[in-house]
């Protein structure tokens, strides 16, 4: 063994480089939104490719399906001008009910308004995996009663989130089903259906 | 001082848990997930220098992995080959910052356990530590950190690395080298 391995100042330069580092706190789930994006992806190509059989027409449609379906899944989320006042979540009937066009199928985007009371708080957003968990990403909004609201466009499907308020404190919605992820850390569940909006 | 273990090149029941992920469950990954990030991570912070980089290039890794899980011969050393993927993006990641001035030393300070106490003459020392420690060549820094945090041996390094071993042992020394030149005079030895 060398000299520099016995060598006081670099067994100190490497304890102090030895001290832990804390990632974010939402690290995982922000690794497993992707994984689940990534794997979503994944089956949707291999399924298109599936339909798409030797010799037929739409052998350029995988490609079109997936950037298409690539776009639906970025979400869109808007400002909704017709609000709950539930205190939890509440499904709003579109009036006009958004599609997106896949090119082989048509994924009908849901309108679905999420709302939690929170008079005190000075600032209330949603994480999820629509948004990379960032809650700047989709604000909600203070109603004059108190209530805090958001409505999104979204595929059907289940989305997990949380609430973020005053850009420090994470909770789940207090009225939503909750399920613990695959961390142990509680998400409140919406499960956005084709045609109902959401149960 | 608390300090972290080396790199988990092995895990008991990995084989088990891909096993599970590979058989469609992908949630299962978030078991090799949460196993794998605090070492990795740390391995990740060091190189790059500060967290924001770190943690595109640990969650790249793990995507990647994810996506081409099957082509990991020995599960049972997922840590292993996992490393080798995660090696490659702070290759990436650290020749697309190239020389981009990055005052990350303080941020990285501010990762370390917040229930730690940070007196004023620690963190200074901290600071050089980590200004230092910018400053080695790349390959420099990947060797040093290999020996000596995360305390692997050189033919384990040249698995990881695809170096060889008298290669990776003169990176480590000119690391030495350089980390105690620039050093000695801030230590006051």
Redesign the interface.
């Known amino acids: 063994m060398?000299d520099?391995e016995h060598?006081a100042?670099?067994n100190?330069?490497?304890?102090?480089?030895?001290?832990?580092?804390?990632?974010?706190e939402n690290?995982?789930a922000?690794?497993?939104s992707?994984?689940?994006t990534?794997?979503l992806t994944?089956v949707r190509g291999e399924r298109d490719a599936a339909r798409a059989a030797p010799g037929s027409r739409r052998l350029l449609v995988p490609a079109i399906a997936s950037l298409a379906a690539a776009a639906a899944f970025a979400f869109f989320m808007i400002r909704g001008s017709e609000v709950s006042t539930d205190q939890t979540i509440a499904a709003v009937a579109p009036p006009i009910t958004p599609v997106v066009n896949t090119g082989e199928e048509r994924v009908v985007l849901q309108e679905v308004t999420l709302s939690v009371y929170l008079p005190k708080a000075k600032s209330v957003g949603v994480m999820a995996a629509f948004n990379d968990w960032d809650a700047t990403r989709s604000p909600m909004k203070r109603q004059s009663d108190g209530n805090w609201t958001i409505t999104l466009r979204l595929p059907p499907g289940s989305y997990e989130y949380q609430f973020l308020t005053n850009g420090n404190t994470r909770m789940t919605d207090p009225l939503a089903p909750a399920t613990d992820?695959?961390?142990g850390e509680a998400n409140s569940v919406l499960t956005v259906t084709p045609r109902q909006g959401i149960q | 001082m608390a300090e972290l273990q080396g790199l988990p090149l092995q895990g008991d029941d990995d084989a088990v848990v891909i096993a599970n992920v590979r058989a469609g469950d992908s949630s299962a990954f978030g078991v090799i997930v949460a196993r794998y990030r605090t070492q990795f991570g740390r391995y990740a912070v060091r190189m790059l220098g500060n967290r924001e980089d770190a943690e595109e290039a640990l969650q790249d890794a793990f995507v990647r992995a994810f996506r081409s899980l099957e082509t990991c011969e020995d599960p049972a050393k997922f840590g292993s080959w996992f490393f080798r993927i995660l090696a490659n993006r702070c290759r990436t990641a650290g020749a697309r910052r190239g020389r981009r001035d990055r005052t990350f030393v303080r941020d990285e300070i501010a990762l370390t356990d917040a229930s730690e106490e940070h007196p004023a003459e620690r963190d200074a020392w901290r600071e050089e530590i980590e200004r230092a420690l910018k400053l080695l060549d790349d390959d420099q820094r990947e060797a040093f950190l290999l020996k000596h945090v995360e305390e692997l041996g050189y033919e384990e390094m040249s698995e990881l690395t695809g170096v060889g071993v008298s290669a990776l042992k003169m990176r480590v020394k000119r690391a030495c080298e350089r980390l105690r030149s620039m050093l000695q005079e801030v230590q006051g030895v």
């Not at chain 1, 304890?15 to 990632?23: A, D, G």
Request: aromatic share 6%.
């Open positions: 060398s520099h060598d100042l670099i100190e330069i490497s304890s102090e480089l030895k001290r832990p580092v804390r990632l974010s690290f995982d922000r690794v497993m992707a994984i689940r990534s794997h994944v992820s695959e961390f």
